[in-house]
């Protein structure tokens, strides 16, 4: 880190105090203590809260085995996808560097909509609506594609196996079944809804009156689709990657992360563990993969105890559409990483006020959008100030983007978009940061690695695990990730593994232990499909 941080401090009129504020924290000592409150903070929730560690009808994971078409769709916080998956079963040599994928999982039909901020605030029947309306479009694109447009068979047939991934917190008793929660992330729908009846009625006006009736060859007789899998993006994820390659005798995927839009993660848990109202139609079970809901309120308890909250957050945090809901998602998911970045921008270059001396008011000269909440994307950040080499490229692209206000007086100049530039790249270094330590807790919560705890004391370890870490080969430990922010951002990726890679080489017991990020690439539509696949397996 402190290679990196010696950027932060080049450009001249960069506030070093701001910047430390986001980045003071990020150093070994630091993230093991924060590691450890995580993990402590995870075994808590996971006992005493009925929000938090949700169990999943997951009880098991896919052998490999599974094959068929299945229609997939994805609903996250910023788009929606549907497509056709083709599930191959067992093939191939069992690579294990993830190119399985591509001769056992089969894709078409994959398309993409933006989810707009309207249909964010419409009513739930409205939205779904409109989901089942991208569903018709795409069965629809494939039925003839096939040329059986004419048949009074569905090129599916009568019916075709639906398996959902949703991104959002929901309540599950069975695979086929979820009542989607509150959902946040921008969406207005707070009531509690069946999800698998509103897509299908949302699809349902596409469908026939009658098996028999004749349809023009321009709009083929659509399939039923029948509900098989309903899960959240990191059970997908987690699961994608343990269908996509085999697992060896010393590596196994032990974990789900999405950091994206949002974040998340999933691991396999006894459920002996959780609070005894989650335990009932699972209790026959060894383990049961558990959607943590890491980011939900209570879970930042070691964030406030060590205090690494900045000013901007607390702002943030008291602007958004659902104040205090998702505080730990506030400080590191996509959805919120340049909305951080412009409020303290807009707060570093404000000017005194000339009838209030000792207050500050935002600089005149400032463009208009940075005075907008979530004027400034992540996107932006990502594509343009952390991926471009050359800050006078930069200044000409944001003032291509925002012009100054007046051309003789041109807003942007080197210490401004160096400052930007610091921002960046110091909300983003900590934004890895944060999520590695929380990766470390979590799988220390679940007994899979040890932290070290500052006050000298051994890690707590489920019973199952007491007196165990004494193999002589090293055991693979893998996270299966997804999502735009670890994937696209610059050096996030990198950066959160030689954090994690730090805090578990930390202290003698996890000797022989790695804990590696890889890509389930496409993760959320990927693992619908296998999951909905596990569910027709002879």
Not at 491 to 504: G, S
Request: charged fraction near 25%; charge should be negative; include cysteine.
């Amino acid at each position: 880190m402190d290679g990196c941080r010696d950027l932060f401090w080049e450009n001249e009129g960069t506030d070093e105090k701001a910047l430390a504020s986001f980045t003071g924290f990020i150093n070994e000592s630091t993230l093991l203590d924060l590691a450890g409150r995580f993990s402590d903070t995870y075994r808590d929730l996971a006992k005493t809260s009925t929000d938090h560690f949700l169990v999943t009808p997951v009880t098991a994971l896919p052998s490999g085995k599974e094959k068929g078409k299945f229609l997939s769709i994805d609903v996250g916080g910023t788009n929606l996808r549907v497509g056709i998956i083709e599930l191959l079963g067992e093939v191939g040599s069992g690579s294990q560097n993830g190119k399985e994928r591509v001769e056992k999982i089969k894709r078409s039909h994959d398309k993409s909509w933006p989810i707009e901020d309207h249909m964010k605030m419409d009513k739930a029947e409205d939205l779904f609506a409109w989901i089942g309306d991208c569903i018709a479009e795409v069965i629809t694109e494939a039925i003839q594609e096939s040329g059986d447009t004419a048949s009074s068979t569905p090129a599916f047939g009568d019916e075709l196996p639906l398996g959902i991934t949703f991104s959002f917190p929901m309540a599950q008793t069975n695979l086929s079944e979820a009542t989607l929660l509150p959902m946040g992330k921008g969406f207005a729908i707070t009531s509690n809804l069946n999800l698998g009846n509103m897509l299908l009625a949302g699809y349902s006006r596409h469908l026939s009156p009658t098996p028999n009736s004749s349809s023009p060859p321009s709009k083929p007789r659509l399939p039923r689709i029948r509900i098989a899998a309903i899960t959240n993006d990191t059970v997908a994820t987690f699961v994608s990657l343990s269908y996509a390659v085999k697992s060896a005798p010393h590596s196994r995927v032990a974990m789900g992360l999405i950091v994206g839009t949002g974040t998340n993660a999933t691991v396999p848990m006894p459920p002996s563990s959780l609070h005894p109202k989650k335990q009932s139609h699972v209790s026959d079970a060894t383990t049961v993969v558990i959607n943590t809901e890491w980011t939900i309120r209570g879970t930042d308890k070691p964030l406030n105890d060590l205090n690494l909250k900045t000013k901007w957050d607390h702002e943030l945090d008291a602007n958004s559409e659902a104040p205090g809901f998702q505080p730990f998602e506030y400080m590191t998911a996509g959805r919120y990483l340049g909305e951080i970045v412009r409020l303290a921008f807009v707060d570093l270059t404000s000017v005194p006020d000339a009838n209030d001396a000792g207050r500050r008011i935002p600089n005149p000269e400032l463009p208009d959008a940075f005075k907008v909440k979530n004027g400034l994307p992540t996107r932006f950040l990502s594509e343009v100030i952390a991926s471009n080499g050359h800050e006078t490229r930069i200044m000409e692209l944001l003032e291509e983007k925002w012009p100054s206000k007046d051309p003789k007086r041109p807003f942007w100049n080197q210490p401004r978009v160096g400052l930007l530039r610091d921002l960046e790249l110091a909300v983003q270094m900590r934004s890895s940061a944060l999520i590695a330590a929380a990766c470390v807790g979590l799988l220390d919560c679940v007994g899979d690695i040890r932290v070290e705890r500052q006050d000298g004391a051994t890690p707590l370890l489920p019973d199952s695990q007491n007196g165990g870490n004494n193999q002589k080969q090293e055991e693979e430990l893998v996270i299966a990730y997804a999502g735009g922010t670890i994937s696209q951002y610059p050096e996030w990726k990198d950066t959160c593994q030689k954090w994690i890679d730090k805090l578990v080489a930390h202290g003698p017991w996890n000797k022989g232990k790695k804990v590696v990020l890889r890509e389930a690439l496409d993760g959320g539509i990927v693992g619908a499909g296998v999951l909905a696949g596990m569910t027709t397996i002879a």
